[in-house]
């Protein structure tokens, strides 16, 4: 049965940094496509930065050059460093994964994963 579990939130101010942790079991992190998304009170899910089996990464314009996406395929954990964090990058982080590749164009789409964590909090103060 599949498993994921975020960690890493809390609250920091204009400026500092994060790394939040997902660990996974029952998801072979090697195998399969994995991401971050995130959401505000009455927003959409949103996509943050992707990483597929072969290690190629996606980011999303508003956290390029601030936020870096890695996993460690030995531990099946995935991370998300966030430097520069601003108020705006205010929002619950959810992980998420996918056992199956719907091509380029579905890798923000938050259908295309089909296990999810339940959230980890990231609050940035000005």
């Known amino acids: 049965q599949e498993h994921v579990v975020e960690s890493g939130g809390g609250s920091v101010q204009a400026g500092g940094s994060l790394r939040l942790s997902c660990a996974v079991s029952g998801v072979i992190a090697s195998r399969y496509f994995m991401g971050w998304f995130r959401q505000t009170p009455g927003k959409e899910r949103e996509g943050v930065a992707n990483i597929g089996s072969d290690g190629r990464t996606n980011y999303a314009d508003s956290v390029k050059g601030r936020f870096t996406i890695s996993k460690d395929n030995t531990k099946n954990t995935l991370y998300l460093q966030m430097n520069s964090l601003k108020p705006e990058d205010t929002a619950m982080y959810y992980c998420?994964?996918?056992?199956?590749?719907?091509?380029?164009?579905?890798?923000?789409?938050?259908?295309?994963?089909?296990?999810w964590g339940q959230g980890t909090q990231v609050t940035v103060s000005s």
């Open positions: 998420a994964a996918s056992d199956r590749w719907y091509g380029p164009s579905r890798v923000w789409d938050s259908s295309s994963y089909n296990y």
